[in-house]
């Protein structure tokens, strides 16, 4: 089989699941029958597995099959594409530092105003992501290359169309106001006139460390996949590991801070 056809099947199975899953009736029936934490638990076994069977395969085959349009030998078109693919990187990282703030974090239960990256658009990781996968397309020098970032592209926007849908079920008109002040497009929302960029809220420090991880990135490139894969499943994995768990601290504080707020506020007996 092509190789390109495979991995293209391999993320309709991935994506079907992974969205299919989070569905509302889907993911209320399982949670009735599973609790949230079953639920949880079957959702994360689930994608780790085909996750890693996607991306093993993908790394077994990627230099087989069909040339791709290879456009990097067009210089002007190179670098423009690269800065895509920095902007998208830096975008998709440093807004896992500001994840568990934002009302799309796991755990969370309100929604604020928008701030920093959210200005640039409400799905900093998914659109940062997407991004990345499309300027990759016309550079792949294998035809399976560039179906392995499509699929990741078409996850990605799946994802936040996906969440909006989803949030703004679960949170009424203060997500609907969200929404209507932020756009999912980069810079849409400003460009219309509906946000502006505010400079000072901007995570200086983290998106300084997604640009020295994007040029060692440019200098491991061709090792990226090597191992199977393994470095790959390793860090998207952990890296949605580790966002989840700091959304959960961060609400487990604020909780606790505000027992003790009551808690000093209650006058003694």
């Known amino acids: 089989m092509e190789p390109a056809l495979a991995v293209a099947l391999l993320w309709l199975v991935f994506g079907g699941l992974h969205v299919g899953l989070a569905t509302r009736r889907v993911r209320a029936a399982l949670v009735a029958r599973l609790g949230e934490v079953g639920f949880r638990a079957l959702f994360s076994v689930l994608a780790t597995a085909f996750f890693t069977l996607l991306v093993r395969y993908y790394a077994g085959h ?48 309100t929604v604020r105003p928008p701030r920093g990256l ?12 997407a991004l990345a ?9 294998r035809l399976v290359g560039a179906v392995f970032q499509a ?15 989803k949030l703004a079920a679960l949170r009424g008109r203060p997500y609907d106001d969200y929404v209507a002040q932020t756009s999912a497009v980069p810079f849409g929302a400003i460009l219309a006139g509906r946000q502006r960029l505010v400079w000072r809220e901007l995570p200086y420090a983290a ?30 994995l952990g890296g949605g590991a580790a966002a989840g768990l700091a959304s959960w601290r961060r609400v487990r504080r604020a909780r606790g801070l505000r027992a003790s707020a009551r808690w000093a506020g209650t006058p003694a007996a």
């Open 133 to 141: 996968a499309l300027a990759h397309v016309p550079l792949a020098t």
């Open 118 to 129: 959210e200005r640039i658009t409400r799905h900093p990781f998914f659109m940062g992501v």
């Open 207 to 236: 998106l300084a460390v997604c640009l020295a991880v994007a040029v060692w990135l440019r200098a491991v490139h061709g090792a990226i996949f090597d191992h199977g894969g393994a470095w790959v499943v390793g860090v998207v």
């Open 62 to 109: 990627r230099l087989e099959g069909s040339a791709g349009l290879a456009l990097g030998h067009v210089t002007a078109l190179r670098w423009a594409l690269m800065a895509v693919i920095v902007l998208g990187l830096g975008l998709a990282m440093a807004s896992l530092v500001t994840y568990p703030a934002s009302p799309m974090a796991l755990f969370t239960a």
């Open 151 to 165: 699929g990741l592209a078409s996850l990605a926007i799946a994802g936040a169309w996906h969440q909006d849908r």
